[in-house]
């Protein structure tokens, strides 16, 4: 399975970003999947999680109301839409996929198997 993520860039703050993430390799298969994201010197945060119908998503609260995930499963791609972006919303974001359980909510790194390569955004002030 492989994960590519991308869509990310420099931005003003309040501006928006859609990141997108396609996975490839085993794409008769359900999945679960998350974003997470990590600052320069910080650990690798929870961001967003949807199941593998779209019925389900929860966020972590610094992004609920402004981030939101939703997936394409005609084309096995998640997509993380970013509004109203601020500084501190700086950090490489990585995507996730879990094919063990994909009808959950999964909120920790260690519930992942497979990670993107990660894209980077950055907010200006």
């Known amino acids: 399975v492989q994960l590519q993520a991308s869509g990310g860039g420099l931005v003003q703050a309040g501006g928006s970003l859609k990141l997108s993430c396609a996975a490839s390799?085993?794409?008769?298969?359900?999945?679960?999947s998350g974003w997470f994201r990590q600052a320069p010197g910080k650990e690798r945060e929870f961001v967003a999680a949807?199941?593998?119908?779209?019925?389900?998503?929860y966020y972590a609260d610094s992004v609920k109301g402004r981030f939101t995930i939703s997936r394409d499963n005609t084309k096995n791609t998640v997509y993380l839409q970013m509004n109203s972006l601020k500084p501190e919303d700086t950090a490489v974001y990585y995507c996730?996929?879990?094919?063990?359980?994909?009808?959950?909510?999964?909120?920790?790194?260690?519930?992942?198997?497979?990670w993107g390569q990660g894209t980077q955004v950055t907010v200006s002030s």
């Open positions: 390799g085993r794409t008769s298969s359900s999945y679960a």
């Open positions: 996730a996929a879990n094919y063990d359980y994909p009808w959950r909510i999964l909120v920790a790194t260690t519930q992942y198997d497979y």
């Open positions: 949807i199941s593998w119908s779209g019925g389900s998503t």
